[in-house]
C-alpha cells in the first residue's frame, strides 16, 4: 500500500478537524499547523466535503468541521474517500481471485494484506488520532515495526 500526498494531507487536516470539532478551522490554520501548501489543501478539502466527511462553514468565524464526532470517522474512511479501496489487485475483486501453479496461493496472500490493513485502519478514529490514545493493536504493531527495522543498502 502507498499513502500518497493527498491522503496523507487528508488524515493530517482531519486530526486537525477532530481537536478542535466543534469549532470550525480556517484552511490556512490547518495548512501552517501541518505544514501543508495551503493550495493543495483546498483541493484535499474540496474531496473531502464530497465525500461528506467535512463540511465548509461560511462567515467571518467560518471554516471547515467534521461531519460526524471524531470517534464516528475512521483512518480508512478518509483514505478510501482519498484514493478508494484500501488494497486492490489490478482492480480485480479478491474474493473470486485465482491464480495458477506456483501463484496458486498468492490470492490469499493479498487477502491477508487486505485484512490488516483493515484491521489497523477501521480500528483507529480520529478521535483516537487527535488524543494520540492509538489501540493497543496499532502500538503494537507500531512496536514490532520498530523492533524489527531492517536496513537496506
Do not use: H, N
Not at 491464480?99 to 496472500?109: E, F, I, K, M, N
Request: glycine residues 6%.
Amino acid at each position: 500500500m502507498r499513502i500518497s500526498a493527498r491522503t496523507d494531507y487528508a488524515i493530517r487536516a482531519m486530526a486537525e478537524l477532530a481537536r478542535s470539532p466543534y469549532r470550525p478551522l480556517k484552511a490556512e490554520d490547518i495548512a501552517g499547523r501541518q505544514g501543508i501548501p495551503v493550495r493543495f489543501l483546498f483541493v484535499v478539502l474540496s474531496d473531502l466535503r464530497q465525500a461528506r466527511l467535512v463540511r465548509g462553514v461560511r462567515g467571518p468565524d467560518g471554516g471547515y468541521t467534521l461531519t460526524r464526532a471524531p470517534v464516528e470517522i475512521t483512518l480508512a474512511d478518509v483514505i478510501r474517500a482519498m484514493d478508494g479501496p484500501l488494497v486492490s489487485v489490478r482492480d480485480l475483486k479478491l474474493t473470486g481471485l485465482e491464480y495458477q501453479g506456483a501463484a496458486a496461493a498468492l490470492p490469499d496472500v493479498w487477502r491477508a494484506v487486505r485484512t490488516s490493513l483493515r484491521q489497523v485502519l477501521e480500528s483507529t478514529t480520529l478521535a483516537d488520532l487527535a488524543t494520540g490514545t492509538l489501540p493497543e493493536l496499532v502500538r503494537d504493531r507500531a512496536r514490532d515495526y520498530i523492533d524489527d527495522v531492517r536496513t537496506y543498502p
